[in-house]
């Protein structure tokens, strides 16, 4: 049987526990449908004075945390609710929103802005105070979202990059427990709480695999983490970089008639189809990602878009998994922006992520984050013209040196685009920055055809010749690079010849299309006509 896997770190409090492991990075934060207890998105966002409520609640919050806590306990929390009380982030998060800025990622990109300070400082104890600031930050987003931050069970061994003070004091402790953290400081509030209440922390671990419910020991004495066999260390920060964009599986993969191999994967809307999502037969060929990100309050949460990305990469395992960004605007407004200028003006996909580069910023971290977990690739939606991809991927470099300052883990994944708009479909060989395409049928269907939204179903077989002719002729202009088509003709058996002949090999679909599919293209020669004997 192989030995348990002894991980050195630096004590920050002394002592010794056993307990269940609890990843604070990978949060079971339920869906805004599933929380009782969440006010409506409507009402979970608004102008300066649901700023004002949230941090009234923060600190009521903080306060009730404070009733009966020793003296050094209540110095931290008193810390806290000065700076909320401070008026010149008050004052700063409202020039934000003056500047036509949604008050969720105001108040995201103000703390955002001190936190950067704090971790730049040259002293330690300056530094530690940074997870104070993200603790404020995080509370009141969460009061904003009416989602208050979740307790972790009793006794477990908390691990994670750092742990927030008021996490600390909401949790009970006479249960047992300890704390592993990859970063932190023992100049820290965490580490002297730990000490004071005789609970075994270390500190400076780097990352390592664990699932939730592994058993782990935390040394604070020796200064150690005792894991099960079969976790590892996760080896240091990777300098971002651009992997090959190339998406084919290795083995296993579905051939026509005629011996052509295909890929088959599939697209997933909602976080709850992951968990049917078995990797011995498929990956990720499209993730919606504004299924599971439905409210400005989600969009502005780092952090929880990062559990979101993680959990499918890693049941994928080693299946390639494409995540597209917001797609949002037109037809498919997100709670809590309808009313501003750039919706009202029609912008939509990737026009609005840059128009509204707030938004794009946290969801290109997060997804930065989550691509040290799998196989990601990231895909760009409603893709008009070259400068949208150079101006995205501008930002991820942004965004990818920001995380290396703060020593976060991240990798740079290959950037595609959607091809679903005619002018580009026209012009793919001028897409030089694109590491891959992939068709989006339901949106050039209805561009191609003129179509309204709501008339696209009657309009489809009417245009599926010209959308056939369109694309056969994109695929010739993509220079060898990878291309799929994940929209609804890639489900439909009967379009199946003409994609085929078109030069496509790679197919992404809805789950319960896959088997209707297989067996289509195993009666199909590359080229789309019938197998003999078919």
Request: charged share 25%; hydrophobic share 45%.
């Amino acid at each position: 049987m192989a030995e348990p896997l002894r991980l050195k770190a630096k004590s920050a409090s002394p002592g010794i526990a056993s307990g269940p492991a609890f990843l604070a990075e990978e949060p079971k934060a339920p869906s805004a449908a599933e929380r009782p207890d969440a006010a409506p998105a409507s009402q979970a966002v608004g102008g300066y004075g649901a700023l004002e409520k949230a941090i009234d609640i923060s600190i009521g919050e903080l306060e009730h945390l404070a009733d009966g806590a020793d003296a050094e306990s209540r110095d931290i929390i008193d810390f806290q609710i000065e700076v909320l009380r401070d008026p010149s982030i008050a004052e700063a998060t409202g020039a934000r929103m003056e500047a036509d800025e949604n008050v969720v990622f105001a108040w995201v990109a103000t703390l955002d802005a001190y936190i950067g300070e704090l971790e730049a400082a040259d002293e330690e104890q300056m530094r530690a105070r940074a997870v104070d600031i993200l603790d404020i930050k995080n509370r009141v987003l969460g009061a904003l979202a009416g989602t208050p931050i979740a307790d972790f069970p009793p006794g477990s061994v908390f691990i994670g990059k750092d742990m927030e003070p008021s996490r600390f004091l909401a949790h009970d402790w006479s249960k047992g427990g300890g704390i592993a953290l990859f970063a932190g400081s023992t100049a820290g509030h965490v580490a002297l709480l730990a000490r004071a209440k005789s609970v075994p922390m270390v500190i400076g671990t780097g990352r390592f695999s664990a699932a939730d419910g592994d058993p782990v020991s935390v040394d604070g004495n020796a200064g150690a983490v005792i894991l099960q066999a079969g976790s590892m260390l996760i080896p240091p920060l990777v300098p971002a970089q651009e992997p090959a964009g190339d998406t084919q599986t290795t083995g296993g993969e579905l051939r026509t008639a005629d011996g052509v191999p295909i890929l088959l994967s599939i697209n997933i809307n909602d976080p709850a189809e992951i968990d049917a999502l078995d990797p011995a037969t498929a990956g990720v060929g499209l993730m919606r990602s504004e299924f599971s990100i439905t409210s400005v309050a989600d969009a502005a949460n780092e952090e929880r878009q990062l559990a979101i990305y993680r959990r499918v990469l890693e049941q994928a395992g080693d299946r390639p998994v494409t995540i597209r960004m917001l797609d949002i605007g037109g037809d498919k407004p997100l709670a809590g922006l309808e009313d501003l200028p750039a919706l009202a003006s029609g912008l939509r996909g990737i026009r609005l992520l840059l128009a509204r580069p707030e938004i794009a910023r946290v969801q290109a971290r997060a997804l930065l984050r989550a691509a040290v977990f799998g196989r990601l690739s990231v895909m760009l939606p409603t893709v008009t013209f070259p400068d949208e991809i150079d101006r995205m991927r501008e930002l991820f470099r942004e965004e990818a040196e920001k995380l290396g300052r703060r020593a976060l883990l991240h990798r740079m994944p290959p950037i595609g685009m959607m091809v679903e708009v005619p002018a580009a479909a026209l012009m793919l060989d001028t897409f030089g920055a694109a590491a891959f395409f992939s068709f989006g049928t339901n949106d050039l269907t209805q561009y191609l055809a003129a179509s309204a939204r709501d008339d696209i179903d009657a309009d489809a077989g009417k245009a599926a010749p010209a959308v056939l002719r369109l694309i056969a002729q994109a695929v010739k202009l993509t220079a060898g690079k990878p291309v799929s088509i994940c929209g609804d003709m890639a489900g439909d058996p009967s379009y199946l010849p003409g994609l085929l002949a078109a030069g496509l090999r790679h197919f992404s679909v809805a789950p319960a299309r896959r088997p209707a599919i297989r067996s289509a293209i195993i009666g199909l020669n590359a080229d789309g006509t019938r197998a003999a004997g078919e």
